[in-house]
């Protein structure tokens, strides 16, 4: 696997033939606090970028990495999180099969609910799309309190508006009630 994703600007702001298209987003925040079989978090979630691009995603902005203490157990090992914005052909379900293949590529082992995990990773929105798709639920519904995600989004689409309740992520990001310890790493 490869190790980097150079090719990807950090902090790019998303454009489309040169105009903003925040409506059309479809947002990924993708998570770890255990490093597996890679040296740190930080390469973990590098190398699960890599892997974005053979499963037909192209990551077209991505945030910095952002630290934050475990949720709900502070005990557990601290997160390391981000956010990106892509292009995909996918449906939101093959979008979510897709992510899960590449959850499972990392060892992801799903226990106990919130437990450490070797990769994470959420749809977030998937354009202006809202509502339940069988069992996927539109924007994420925990995702506009949780500053971990709300703040990454905020470096790289601080005007991205937000499909049910209308506020930008600036805006959630800084009302935030979870992870309230989130914040760029060095």
Known sequence: MEKGSSEI???????????PD??????????CNDKGAWADCREALEASLARFRSEGID?????????????????????????????????????????????????RQRGRPNAPRTLDLDLIAYGRLTGQLDALVVPHPRAADRKFVMGPLAEIAPAW???????????????????IDAAPGR
């Open 9 to 19: 600007d950090v902090h790019a702001s998303v454009e489309i033939d040169g105009a």
């Open 22 to 31: 925040l409506d059309s987003a479809v947002i990924v925040a993708l998570g």
């Open 59 to 107: 990551v077209v902005a991505r945030s910095s990495w952002w630290r934050s203490a475990a949720w709900p157990d502070p005990a557990d090992p601290p997160f390391l999180n981000g956010v990106v914005i892509v292009r995909t052909e996918h449906e939101p379900h093959d979008l979510m099969a897709a992510l899960g293949r590449i959850e499972e590529a990392f060892g």
């Open 161 to 179: 508006i937000h499909p049910l309740n209308g506020r930008t992520a600036a805006d959630l990001a800084n009302s935030a009630s979870v992870g």
